[in-house]
């Protein structure tokens, strides 16, 4: 059975721009796969309907990470993930919650790595599974310590439709609670996301200052019970989060 072209020369384009270090116009493309100019429009242009890449405003495209969900708890960050979970093994035990890893893929987030909490009732997730930005804890956090410019442009087109009855909806309160966001260290998503859970998250950070991943502490509402627990998870969230940016900076790892 010939294989089917088509396919042939799409995967190769995904290739490419997964060998990429930074966006990549459709000319160099079309250079480094051997192909014409138009066809390779017509590829990256069905990667992009996919939901497999996306073009930014200058017209390169990058992979999204939406290709995780096809791979069994796969990642398009490994070095993060391994670099994290010992830190995510040992916050979950300090505090019996469920501790997630995530990143950020344009207008959502994307779970990398999860471990489940001690209780008998947890939340349910799974690696790989993606959530909105603002009514997640880790979501906030890819806002709060992003650009203002750039997290403007995203706001601007960011559908903030509410997931719960106490979800936030209205511009000005998701910025003045963005804001509240960087000033304490840490994330609250409080039964925004989900009706009965509650869950904190703080950033990991390059020596640069740019967030590369998330971590956040979940558990349902009738045990999270109260402002205190609240702020008690939060701060041994934001601490494990500084420790991973620490090694992330002497290693350099993503």
């Known amino acids: 059975m010939k294989p089917t072209r088509t396919l042939l020369r799409g995967l190769e384009v995904m290739e490419v721009l997964s060998r990429a270090s930074e966006p990549v116009g459709p000319t160099r493309v079309a250079e480094l796969v051997g192909l014409d100019k138009a066809t390779v429009g017509r590829l990256l242009h069905t990667l992009c309907e996919a939901g497999y890449a ?16 096809l791979a069994s708890g796969a990642t398009l960050q490994p070095g993060i993930r391994e670099l994290a979970h010992g830190h995510l093994l040992a916050l979950r035990d300090v505090t019996s919650e469920t ?23 947890r939340l ?3 690696i790989g599974q ?21 997290r403007e442009k995203l706001l601007a087109r960011l559908p903030l439709t509410a997931r719960t009855e106490f979800s ?4 000005d309160s998701l910025r003045a609670e963005l804001d509240r966001t960087r000033a304490r260290g840490y994330a609250i998503d409080d039964r925004e996301n989900e ?16 967030v590369v991943a ?4 979940s558990g349902p509402s009738y045990r999270v019970t109260d402002a205190d ?5 939060g701060m041994k969230c934001r601490d494990t989060a500084a420790i991973i940016s620490g090694e992330f900076g002497r290693t350099g790892t993503i």
């Open 229 to 233: 627990r609240v702020a008690d998870l």
């Open 214 to 217: 998330m971590i956040s502490v």
């Open 168 to 171: 936030i909806v209205d511009l």
């Open 54 to 69: 996306r073009q930014n405003d200058s017209g390169a495209y990058q992979l999204t990470a939406k290709i995780m969900r």
């Open 195 to 210: 009706d009965h859970a509650r869950c904190v998250g703080a950033p990991i950070v390059a020596q640069d200052g740019e």
């Open 124 to 126: 349910v997730s799974a």
């Open 130 to 150: 993606t959530m909105p930005l603002h009514t997640t804890a880790l979501g906030k956090v890819a806002l709060a310590w992003m650009a203002v410019d750039e």
């Open 99 to 121: 501790v997630h890893l995530g990143i950020r893929d344009d207008d959502q987030v994307i779970y990398i790595d999860k471990i489940d909490g001690t209780h008998p009732v």
